[in-house]
T-cell receptor, first 113, second 117 residues
Framework: KQEVTQIPAALSVPEGENLVLNCSFT??????LQWFRQDPGKGLTSLLL?????REQTSGRLNASLDKSSGRSTLYIAASQPGDSATYLC????????????FGKGTKLSVIP | GAVVSQHPSRVICKSGTSVKIECRSL??????MFWYRQFPKKSLMLMAT?????????EQGVEKDKFLINHASLTLSTLTVTSAHPEDSSFYIC?????????????FGEGSRLTVL
């Protein structure tokens, strides 16, 4: 059974700092991995999707990497801003007929002005 | 990008009543929709997978008679919480997989917060 772990559970950084969020998964047989953002009381916003054959994806100040063999992904946020404050969720998609998307518990990020 | 709309965003009901939550894919056809539940400070839990025109597949531990799912068209799935109790209070989120994509990317609704008094 796939398990996804995100460390740290919470992170507080001053504005302008670069930061890294970590995600690890136990079963490397994945179809893809997605990073989401969730604001309080809101649904999920997809940030980046990395296919199992890819090593990284970039969107603006965000860069996500994937090391399938070691079961790890990182989300790098450059020059953090207060508007980046949210909970960031990592989810692994097993695919291949199984539509199970396994989520981590998330990392709550606070960017202090 | 693809848009998934959920309605209502918030609902408060009395114990014993039933509540229906709708999930619509606005600009694409979704062969498969998923319903998740999120408890406070916990990760999302998949409740069931809904395929258009067929019965939903429920995850272990999810009562199918309590959480009725209907996927009548390629753009609409509904979740009905029957005879709701306070322990059903939660944040429910739907997602949809489009027929146009083979990347496995899912698009999520904004979520519906249910409070049962």
């Amino acid at each position: 059974k796939q398990e996804v772990t995100q460390i740290p559970a919470a992170l507080s950084v001053p504005e302008g700092e670069n930061l890294v969020l970590n995600c690890s998964f136990t079963d490397s047989a994945i179809y893809n991995l997605q990073w989401f953002r969730q604001d309080p009381g809101k649904g999920l916003t997809s940030l980046l999707l990395i296919q199992s054959s890819q090593r990284e994806q970039t969107s603006g100040r965000l860069n996500a990497s994937l090391d399938k063999s070691s079961g790890r992904s990182t989300l790098y946020i450059a020059a953090s801003q207060p508007g980046d404050s949210a909970t960031y969720l990592c989810a692994v998609y097993s695919g291949a007929g199984s539509y199970q998307l396994t989520f981590g518990k998330g990392t709550k990020l606070s960017v202090i002005p | 990008g693809a848009v998934v709309s959920q309605h209502p965003s918030r609902v408060i009901c009395k114990s014993g009543t039933s509540v229906k939550i709708e999930c619509r894919s606005l600009d694409f056809q979704a062969t498969t929709m998923f319903w998740y539940r999120q408890f406070p400070k916990k990760s999302l839990m998949l409740m069931a997978t809904s395929n258009e025109g067929s019965k939903a597949t429920y995850e272990q531990g999810v009562e199918k008679d309590k959480f009725l799912i209907n996927h009548a068209s390629l753009t609409l799935s509904t979740l009905t919480v029957t005879s709701a109790h306070p322990e059903d209070s939660s944040f429910y989120i739907c997602s949809a997989e489009g027929v146009f994509t083979n990347t496995g990317e899912l698009f999520f609704g904004e979520g519906s917060r249910l409070t049962v008094l």
